[in-house]
């Protein structure tokens, strides 16, 4: 089978990877697609990869894994929309743009709402194969042990704390807690990570860096991969992001920000000067433990770290089902989005 693992923003790279890994070990071909404004971030460059959409074309693909919205719908090969986050709350998750012919979902709270779609639209498959991001956490979940006390020991630290906010401008806590984490960090307990959304407005990244140079304690992230801070961290503060999720299934406490899901199972507050005890009661008491059974068993109930495995023999088993697809049929509208988005295709 031959595949593009298609990447529109850099936080694709670590959603692809372990698919990426499943299709090299089962000797079947790959290439990256990378758009041009993240090529400097793309880990992979030994690796047969092109910024140019002309060479997908001529690869013709018979699969295309995509974590973010939008595909070229001209090019060939199954459109296979394997999502970005689990915030089902955000604006958009649930929104069918109709360039996709296979959703591969994350879990029965995903699975229920796409196949109510399958059945109105009757264009697109949905299949349920957990999310390969998190593939980690069953085959690597004390990876960064060694690295987690080693950073409490410099610090003289106790606790990691992670702060990961949104990038949405109407949604994000970062205009409102920069002094909160200044003071939270005079117990010295308590080290700060900062790990932001690479679409966070670049103002907000200034600032909060020179927080990180002149607090002991807080220290700003540049890794890409923000997998590595979830599993070292003790407790996640953030607002409406779908990293809390990925974060609750690793049975640890949250403290969120006015976050506006429907279903809150975390400790969340619309008073951004409660952090301190907040954070206090959390790693002591725990109150919402048993919450966190139901963010696992509805969002991501799959710890066997298999999700790109299965994604995969989903593909497979599609293009046997239904033939691969040489394009994509889609409104006029959604064409010339496409066409302003990666121009047209060579072959008319």
Not at 39 to 62: G, K, M, R, V, W
Not at 175 to 198: A, M, R
Not at 238 to 257: A, H, N, Q, R
Request: net charge neutral; aromatic share 14%.
């Amino acid at each position: 089978m031959k595949c593009i693992l298609f990447c529109q923003n850099n936080y694709s790279f670590g959603i692809l990877e372990p698919i990426k890994n499943h299709l090299a070990l089962n000797g079947d071909e790959y290439i990256w697609y990378v758009n041009k404004k993240i090529l400097a971030d793309f880990p992979f460059t030994n690796e047969n990869h092109t910024t140019e959409i002309s060479d997908l074309e001529a690869y013709q693909s018979d699969a295309i894994f995509v974590p973010g919205n939008e595909v070229p719908h001209y090019l060939r090969g199954v459109k296979v929309q394997v999502f970005h986050g689990l915030a089902g709350e955000k604006k958009g998750h649930f929104r069918i743009r109709h360039y996709f012919d296979l959703y591969l979902t994350q879990g029965p709270y995903f699975t229920r709402k796409f196949l109510e779609f399958k059945n109105k639209y009757r264009d697109f498959e949905v299949m349920e194969t957990g999310w390969p991001k998190l593939d980690v956490y069953g085959t690597d979940f004390h990876k960064y042990d060694t690295e987690k006390q080693n950073l409490l020991q410099k610090h003289g630290a106790k606790k990691i704390l992670l702060y990961a906010p949104t990038f949405s401008p109407k949604l994000t806590s970062a205009p409102f807690v920069t002094e909160e984490l200044k003071t939270l960090v005079k117990n010295p307990d308590y080290l700060v990570l900062l790990k932001f959304h690479p679409l966070m407005d670049v103002n907000w990244l200034e600032v909060y860096k020179k927080i990180a140079e002149e607090t002991p304690n807080i220290i700003f992230e540049t890794e890409k991969n923000i997998i590595k801070f979830l599993l070292m961290a003790d407790l996640l503060i953030s607002d409406t992001s779908s990293v809390i999720y990925e974060f609750l299934l690793l049975d640890k406490p949250v403290v969120t920000f006015k976050n506006i899901s429907e279903n809150i199972l975390w400790e969340n507050s619309s008073d951004y000067n409660q952090l301190i005890p907040l954070v206090e009661n959390n790693l002591s008491k725990d109150p919402f433990a048993q919450n966190r059974k139901e963010i696992f068993n509805q969002y991501h109930p799959y710890i066997d770290g298999k999700s790109a495995e299965r994604m995969v023999e989903a593909v497979k088993k599609y293009c046997a089902d239904f033939g691969v697809p040489e394009k994509r049929k889609i409104s006029l509208f959604r064409k010339m989005k496409m066409y302003s988005l990666f121009g047209k295709p060579a072959k008319s």
